[in-house]
C-alpha cells in the first residue's frame, strides 16, 4: 500500500497565475451584467456541444454495454443546453442558486480547514467568511438581482481566488518518504 503526502508550494507560475487570476476578477467586477450574460450563453453553448456529442458517441455504443447511459446523458445535455440558450432569465437564476450554495459550502469548508492550518489561518478565515457571505447574499436575493448579483459573485470569487493562489500557491500530492527500497511499477 503507498502513501502520499500532500506539500504546499508557492512557485513563480503561482504568483503569475494569482495575479492574472486577480485582474480576471477586477475586469468581470467591472462588467457584471455582461459577465453574467456571457456565462449563461457559454454554459448553454458547451452543455448542447457536449450533448450532441454525447448522443453522437452513444451511436458506436449500439449493442454494447452503456449504450442507454451514453444516450439518456446526450440527450439531458441536450435540452439543458437548448434550455439555457432560450431562456437565459431562468438559466440565470438557477445558476445564482448553484453558485451560492457552491460559495456557502466553499466557504464554510475553509472555515473548517482554518483551524488545522494554523500557518494560513488568517487567509482561509478572510476568504472563508467572503464566501460564506456571498452565499447567503444568493440565497437571500436569487431573484431580484440574479444577473447582477451572479457577475459580482463570479468577480469577488475570482478575485479572492487570485489573492488566495499568490498568498498560498498550491498542493500537490507526493509519494511519501518511507524507509526501504522503492519499487518502479510499470
Not at 86 to 106: C, D, E, K, Q, Y
Not at 111 to 135: K, N
Amino acid at each position: 500500500m503507498s502513501e502520499s503526502l500532500l506539500e504546499r508550494s508557492r512557485t513563480g507560475w503561482d504568483i503569475a497565475l494569482g495575479a492574472l487570476l486577480t485582474l480576471g476578477g477586477l475586469i468581470i467586477l467591472g462588467h457584471t451584467v455582461l459577465a453574467t450574460a456571457v456565462s449563461v450563453l457559454f454554459l448553454g453553448c458547451m452543455l448542447l456541444l457536449f450533448g450532441v456529442v454525447g448522443l453522437l458517441g452513444s451511436l458506436f455504443k449500439i449493442g454494447k454495454g452503456g449504450f442507454w447511459a451514453s444516450a439518456l446523458t446526450g440527450g439531458l445535455l441536450t435540452v439543458l443546453g437548448i434550455v439555457f440558450l432560450r431562456n437565459p432569465g431562468a438559466a440565470a437564476v438557477t445558476l445564482t442558486l448553484v453558485a451560492g450554495s457552491l460559495f456557502l459550502v466553499g466557504g464554510v469548508t475553509r472555515l473548517v480547514a482554518s483551524a488545522t492550518q494554523p500557518e494560513y489561518r488568517v487567509v482561509l478565515i478572510l476568504s472563508g467568511v467572503v464566501s460564506t457571505v456571498l452565499g447567503l447574499m444568493v440565497l437571500f436575493n436569487l431573484f431580484s438581482a440574479s444577473f447582477v448579483l451572479l457577475g459580482v459573485l463570479l468577480g469577488v470569487e475570482t478575485l479572492m481566488d487570485g489573492i488566495a493562489m499568490m498568498l498560498m500557491g498550491r498542493v500537490h500530492v507526493s509519494p511519501a518518504s518511507l524507509p526501504g527500497p522503492r519499487v518502479a511499477h510499470p
